[in-house]
Nanobody
Framework: QVQLVESGGGLVQAGGSLRLSCAASGRTFSSYNMGWFRQAPGKEREFVAAISWSGGSTRYADSVKGRFTISRDNAKNTVYLQMHSLKPEDTAVYYC?????????????????????WGQGTQVTVSS
């Protein structure tokens, strides 16, 4: 069982920055690939960014490339999402998720179905 708890969401003006954190339980955090997803009202949940178990590889959605950075600290069982140049269209509930089979994959998964555990989400609202 893996528990994920997100924090760091809030209200920010367009052009501003936020850093989201996701704290994970369990002693094998360093073996999971981790991802961030988001869901805006009336829309499907979508991939934002993901990082390999070692932190050596990352993937980003085209919509956030160059603005968002995913990172992890395996000693703290935490994954981060640093968000800069935020836009109103970034407004959503942001979820972190764990892919327990990440070490066995040749590439970082971006599909929701590959992620086994999910946090409860944190709201990010960007005002124009």
């Amino acid at each position: 069982q893996v528990q994920l708890v997100e924090s760091g969401g809030g209200l920010v003006q367009a052009g501003g920055s936020l850093r989201l954190s996701c704290a994970a339980s369990g002693r094998t955090f360093s073996s999971y690939n981790m991802g961030w997803f988001r869901q805006a009202p009336g829309k499907e949940r979508e991939f934002v960014a993901a990082i390999s178990w070692s932190g050596g590889s990352t993937r980003y959605a085209d919509s956030v490339k160059g603005r968002f950075t995913i990172s992890r600290d395996n000693a703290k069982n935490t994954v981060y999402l640093q968000m800069h140049s935020l836009k109103p269209e970034d407004t959503a509930v942001y979820y972190c998720a764990a892919d327990l089979l990440g070490q066995k994959r040749s590439t970082i998964a971006t599909g929701l179905v590959f992620y086994d555990y999910w946090g409860q989400g944190t709201q990010v609202t960007v005002s124009s």
